[in-house]
C-alpha cells in the first residue's frame, strides 16, 4: 500500500537547523511532483515548497525562501527538507504530500523551534 513516512523533526533552537526526510512506497515516487505543508498550531494547513518530478524545478513559500531547500533522491524514493536558520514561526508539524496527484499524505513530524 501507499505510504509516506516523514522523519527528522524534533526541538530546535533559534538559528538551528534541522533536514526531514520522507521516505516514500507504493507508487511511482520518480513520476510525482512532491510537496511540504505543514500546519502550525491552531492553524490551517499551509503549502511551504514544491519539486517537479526531476528534481530540477523547486518552489518555496515567500517566507522560507533563502532558508528551506527541498530536494529528492528518486532512486531512494525519498522526498528532504533542509530547513536552516529555523524562527519560532516554522514551529509546526511538517507532512509530505503528493497534492497534484491523487493525494498520498504522510502522518507528519512535528519541528519545534525554541530557545
Known amino acids: 500500500q501507499v505510504q509516506l513516512v516523514e522523519s527528522g523533526g524534533g526541538l530546535v533552537q533559534p538559528g538551528g537547523s534541522l533536514r526531514l526526510s520522507c521516505a516514500a512506497s507504493?507508487?511511482?515516487?520518480?513520476?510525482?511532483?512532491m510537496s511540504w505543508v505543514r500546519q502550525a498550531p491552531g492553524k490551517g494547513l499551509e503549502w511551504v515548497s514544491d519539486?517537479?518530478?526531476?528534481?530540477?524545478?523547486?518552489y518555496y513559500l515567500d517566507s522560507v525562501k533563502g532558508r528551506f531547500t527541498i530536494s529528492r533522491d528518486n532512486a531512494k524514493n525519498t522526498l528532504y527538507l533542509q530547513m536552516n536558520s529555523l524562527q519560532p514561526e516554522d514551529t509546526a508539524v511538517y507532512y509530505c504530500?503528493?497534492?497534484?496527484?491523487?493525494?498520498?499524505w504522510g502522518q507528519g513530524t512535528q519541528v519545534t523551534v525554541s530557545s
Open positions: 507504493g507508487f511511482t515516487f520518480s513520476s510525482e511532483i
Open positions: 504530500a503528493t497534492l497534484y496527484g491523487v493525494g498520498y
Open positions: 519539486i517537479n518530478s526531476g528534481g530540477g524545478r523547486t
